[in-house]
Every structure is written in C-alpha cells, then in structure tokens.
C-alpha cells in the first residue's frame, strides 16, 4: 500500500464547535477541538461524564453538525454534504455500535443486518448480511427479532450490522454499556477482532481504562475539549 495514503487521516477535526441552543441561553459542548486519527488506527475517547465524548462521536459520524471548524471524515468534508449525502457516507463508510443497540425492533436480526446494503441499493444485500451475521457467530439467530436476543447478541447484530459493508471507520459508543462483565469482553474482543481483519480506523469511546489501553491511542476531554492525545493547532505570527 502506499505509505502516503496508509497515512492519510481517517478522521480530522480543526477548531470544532458545538453550541446548542437551551433557555438560558447558548451551551457550549465542544470548544475547538483539533484532533487527527491515522487511517487503520484504534484510538479511545475517554473523559468525565458531560465532557463532550458522544457529541464528538455525532460529529465525526455526522448526525450532528458543528457550529463551526471543519470535520474531515474519509477525505470527505462533512459540510459540503446534505442530510442524503451524509446518510450514503455513513451507509458505505461508517459503522456506528450505539450502548442502546439502536436495533429494529421489527425486523429480523438478518434484516436489521441488511439494511446499510439495501440503502445502497446492493443486489446482495441479505447474503452479504447472513456472512456478518456467521462472522459474529449468530448464524442460528438470523430469523430471530431483537426482542427474541440476549443483549450480547442483540450487540453482536449491531456489530454485524456495522461490519458488513467493511466500513473504512467503526465509530463505537459505549459499546459494553449495557452488557454484564463477562458478555462486554467476549463483545470487544470480537469487535478487535473484525477491526483488524477488515484494517478499519476504530474510535472507541469509552470509560473503561482497561478497554482504552486496547487501543494504540487514548485521547481525554475534559469541558468540551482535548486535554490529552489529540493534536495541537498551529500558532503563526499575524
């Protein structure tokens, strides 16, 4: 591969804002953040509660638009694209692990699966999806809804879900949240595991130090901004 663009950031955020709008008044969540990650590296996000983790995680995925600063994602400058052109970004490029699962609940785990490949209009959508389902060990499950699933499965459906268009970027958030100790490694471990056989870009957020020295990087926010393992903004002389 060449080493030019093994190196080219994954992601890249210069000066990023976010503000939202509450009665009393403007809120800051994010305050200039600067933070560069290598295509193919694992990095984790980690902070106090209210540091500004998932807003940064929203960003990066686009579900959440900055106020101001840029947010390169995959070579792509998230504000030259509107609401369908992040939606087909994410589609083939992205793949979000939410705590909460964020599964269908009426759809099989073999449709939930599907759905990134059926909005890219894949013709093989649903055998691309019984792979990643088999790649998670669930195979046996694939006709089974998410209320008929464990949690680590229910996981485990997420996982396959965000791995089966072999996304460039795995955007992870709290991923063992809901899940007991034991259920939570065997998740991770499986999340790893695919993150290298696929040479994807992880951004992990977690608050978990044992997961956080997994990755190659651990970066910190406190108050909306990087205060450790992000990048620093050049100053020049005006």
Known sequence: MDQTLKQRPAILLEGVHVTLPSRAGAVPILRGIDLSVTDGEAVAVVGPSGSGKSTLLMVIAGLERATAGRVTVVGTDLATLDEDGLARLRAANIGIVFQSFHLVPTMTA??????????????????TARQALADVGLSHR????????????????????ALATKPKLILADEPTGNLDLATGASVMDLLFTLKERTEATLLLITHDATLAKRCGRTVSLADGQVVKGGTKRRVTAS
């Open 142 to 161: 694939e006709s089974h809804f998410p209320g008929q699933l464990s949690g680590g499965e229910q996981q485990r459906v997420a996982i396959a879900r």
């Open 110 to 127: 073999i449709e939930n699966v599907a759905l990134p490949m059926e909005f890219l209009d894949e013709d093989d959508a649903f055998a």
